[in-house]
């Protein structure tokens, strides 16, 4: 759930937050029994848009269970939430009681005490480990297991978003099943890229490079060695199939999904497609492509590539809290509750992470008149079901645009693919060498790291 790709996390040294929620006082030992049953007074939500929507469209059942809570959310675009929450962390002071965790945040807060532990007491959250996808929730414990940052609020199954009408117009099948067949190898999708394509008009996709970051979609990227895993099954092919993109001006070329030229794109038809986690839905619907119910279509993603997540959600409770009971019940409510989560799964289009959520039929066997009568989460669940457990790293967020960006200038510079993945490597390690070197003092603190 993001809109943007960042470059990193901003110089958030885990040593640096742990003295800074030293100075803060984690822990808040005040927070009694009596407290955390009977919550009151103002609490602050902090985190980006669509969920302060989601949130809202549960507010009321949540003032029904806390009438003494004043609810209040601090939202802004999601590269302004991500460095004004570091900052406070940092400083101690200024958080809001809860925050929303972008997941390719997680593999660097999940070690800081700047966070609370939920594992503790008053928390207790582990009761509900067994109910959240194990994926996820593994994620929100730091290396030593000994800390849970956060709880999972979404996982974002992949699946490829296409314009049936424009499908249809040049002769291409709209039907999602058929879409999917048609998809399923790299020559299917540039045929698609062809016959959609106008030049100086339309084009199948934003950029090229995102064939190849189809691959990495999980956050994949480092062995337990820390090493970078980049040549993989079908990167070359992937790679080759991007040149071919490119050379033949298939791709709108702008520098990331997220532009305000790429959103245009999405609204007026000039970008056809984009493959991305489920969230996504809820973006076309609310603020990319309101105008378009009914055009749009999901499948699987293209060329084979195995079930994955993107992204996702957590809620944490910054250890400056001055109201952890109330923020503890915010978190409670909204996460470890199946009306909760679906309300806001349609509300947003937010999947969550927690499975028995799922289990309501009416829901997750609908019909999504956005996507043209389409079962859009029941397809999201059979992804779920499928998704591998990643190595998360503190090295994941720097990698992520950096990988796209890279690529891209692989493809600028008329690279071969064999040269674009030794380019990438390169820049992803000179990138990347800070944090790494962040991870292994983590990894050997915890007694994991062997040299």
């Known amino acids: 759930m993001k809109k943007g790709f960042f470059k990193r996390i901003l110089a958030l040294s885990i040593t640096v937050l742990t003295l800074a929620s030293a100075v803060s006082g984690c822990g808040d030992k005040g927070t009694s029994k009596e407290d955390m049953e009977n919550p009151s007074g103002k609490l602050v939500i902090g985190g980006w848009p669509a969920g302060d929507e989601a949130f809202k469209s549960m507010e009321a ?112 099948p709209s039907d999602p099943a058929e879409v999917e067949k048609l998809i399923s190898t790299w020559d299917g999708l540039l045929e698609v890229a062809e016959k959609v394509h106008i030049p100086n008009e339309r084009w199948l996709l934003p950029q090229a490079s995102y064939l190849y970051q189809w691959l990495f979609i999980n956050r994949d990227y480092f062995n337990e060695k820390l090493e970078l895993q980049l040549d993989r099954p079908g990167s070359i092919e992937a790679l080759n199939a991007a040149i071919t993109m490119r050379e033949n001006g298939w791709d709108a070329q702008t520098s990331d999904m997220w532009t305000n030229e790429a959103n245009a794109g999405f609204a007026n038809g000039s970008i056809v497609a984009v493959a991305t986690g489920a969230w996504y839905g809820g973006f076309l619907k609310s603020w990319v492509s309101p105008d378009n119910a009914g055009k749009w279509g999901i499948t699987k993603m293209p060329a084979g590539i195995d079930d994955c997540n993107w992204g996702g959600s957590f809620l944490a409770i910054p250890s400056q809290s001055k109201n952890k009971a109330a923020a503890w019940a915010f978190v409670e409510f909204m996460l470890a509750n199946s009306e909760a989560q679906n309300t806001m799964f349609e509300a947003v289009d937010y999947f969550p992470a927690y499975k028995p959520a799922w289990e309501d039929t009416a829901i997750y066997d609908a019909e999504d008149p956005y996507f043209d009568g389409q079962k859009s989460k029941a397809l999201w669940v059979e992804i779920a079901e499928n998704i591998k457990p990643v190595y998360t790293t503190m090295m994941d967020s720097t990698c992520e645009g950096n990988i796209l960006n890279a690529v891209n200038t692989g493809l600028n510079e008329g690279k071969s693919a064999e040269e674009i993945i030794a380019y990438v490597e390169e820049f992803i390690t000179n990138e990347t060498a800070e944090d790494r070197a962040a991870n292994i003092d983590v990894l050997k603190d915890a007694g994991l790291w062997k040299e």
Do not use: H
């Not at 972008?102 to 594992?119: C, D, F, Q, V, Y």
């Open 61 to 172: 059942k949540f003032k029904e269970k806390y009438p003494d809570v004043e609810l209040e959310y601090q939202f802004m675009n999601t590269e302004d939430f991500r460095q004004a929450l570091n900052t406070s962390l940092t400083a101690g002071s200024n958080a809001p009681d809860v925050a929303m965790i972008e997941g390719a945040w997680i593999g660097k807060l999940r070690e800081s005490n700047a966070l609370e532990n939920l594992k503790e007491e008053p928390y207790g959250a582990e009761k509900y480990k067994d109910d959240f996808v194990e994926f996820n929730w593994n994620q929100a414990y730091s290396v030593d297991g000994s800390r849970l940052s956060a709880i999972p609020w979404d996982i974002g199954p992949c699946s490829f978003f296409y314009r049936k009408d424009i499908f249809e117009e040049v002769g291409l």
